[in-house]
């Protein structure tokens, strides 16, 4: 299916478009970018302008000037009003799919926001930070540079995240302190009130085994969070 795309909506040079997106009025998407299908990006939205870091090189990217390593967007994620993702230093700056940014929301140089992360009207991500999928970050919520925020977590609104916010743990405060598991999220990935229980440990961090007996998808997301230290 073809995009929609606004008359006064700006698209740079080296900008990558699937199929089927809706782009608003005033929206300026600056290359090198990559956007998949299915995206409902609003009005007024700035996607890879220069990352606000001081050495990084300041270009017009709506009158065609390229530079860095850009921004990637996977399908189906909306997009609204006035949020801004800046281009990358290091790397791109990625959103997977089926993510939703509401409002005023900020996504700065390098972030990477995994399948499925809510991030609520006016939350302001910091460079370099990390958010697994399912996540939730609470309206107004700042996160500190180089932050990681776990699978399933739920940060209430107005929270100072300074620190790693667990898996599935539910996060509020300034600054930002575990309050409990978030019994939904895990419900919704299928969980019983048995398999919550017997993974309080571990989400908690008390118990460095992921427990077995859990759904699959659930299981697998969790040996990935376990073993993130290795990867790097």
Same mark, same amino acid.
């Given at each position: 299916m073809a995009n929609r795309i606004h008359q006064t909506a700006i698209i740079g040079a080296e900008v990558e478009l699937g199929d089927d997106n809706v782009i608003g009025p005033y929206t300026v998407i600056a290359g090198p970018a990559r956007i998949g299908d299915g995206n409902y990006i609003?009005?007024?939205?700035? &996607?890879?302008?220069?990352?606000?870091?001081?050495?990084?090189?300041?270009?017009?990217?709506?009158?065609?000037?390229?530079?860095?390593?850009?921004?990637? &967007?996977?399908?189906?994620?909306?997009?609204?009003e006035f949020v801004t993702v800046n281009q990358g230093v290091t790397e791109a700056t990625a959103v997977g799919d089926d993510c939703y940014l509401m409002g005023r929301a900020h996504l700065a140089h390098d972030v990477r926001l995994d399948d499925g992360v809510i991030v609520t009207s006016a939350v302001q991500i910091a460079g370099h930070?990390?958010?697994?999928?399912?996540?939730?970050?609470?309206?107004?919520?700042?996160?500190?540079?180089?932050?990681? &925020?776990?699978?399933?977590?739920?940060?209430g609104m107005g929270s100072a995240v300074r620190k790693e916010v667990g898996a599935f743990t539910i996060t509020v405060g300034n600054p930002a302190r575990t309050t409990g598991v978030n019994t939904v999220g895990l419900q919704r990935r299928g969980c019983t009130e048995e398999s919550i229980a017997g993974l309080t440990g571990f989400l908690t961090g008390k118990d460095p085994a992921v427990p077995g007996d859990l759904p699959e998808e659930l299981a697998a997301l969790l040996k990935a969070w376990a073993e993130r230290g290795s990867q790097h």
């Amino acid at each position: 299916m073809a995009n929609r795309i606004h008359q006064t909506a700006i698209i740079g040079a080296e900008v990558e478009l699937g199929d089927d997106n809706v782009i608003g009025p005033y929206t300026v998407i600056a290359g090198p970018a990559r956007i998949g299908d299915g995206n409902y990006i609003g009005p007024h939205v700035s &996607i890879g302008g220069p990352a606000e870091y001081l050495g990084a090189d300041h270009l017009a990217g709506w009158d065609g000037e390229v530079g860095g390593p850009g921004v990637v &967007i996977g399908d189906r994620n909306r997009i609204r009003e006035f949020v801004t993702v800046n281009q990358g230093v290091t790397e791109a700056t990625a959103v997977g799919d089926d993510c939703y940014l509401m409002g005023r929301a900020h996504l700065a140089h390098d972030v990477r926001l995994d399948d499925g992360v809510i991030v609520t009207s006016a939350v302001q991500i910091a460079g370099h930070c990390h958010v697994w999928s399912g996540a939730n970050v609470g309206l107004g919520t700042v996160v500190h540079q180089r932050t990681t &925020i776990g699978p399933g977590a739920m940060v209430g609104m107005g929270s100072a995240v300074r620190k790693e916010v667990g898996a599935f743990t539910i996060t509020v405060g300034n600054p930002a302190r575990t309050t409990g598991v978030n019994t939904v999220g895990l419900q919704r990935r299928g969980c019983t009130e048995e398999s919550i229980a017997g993974l309080t440990g571990f989400l908690t961090g008390k118990d460095p085994a992921v427990p077995g007996d859990l759904p699959e998808e659930l299981a697998a997301l969790l040996k990935a969070w376990a073993e993130r230290g290795s990867q790097h």
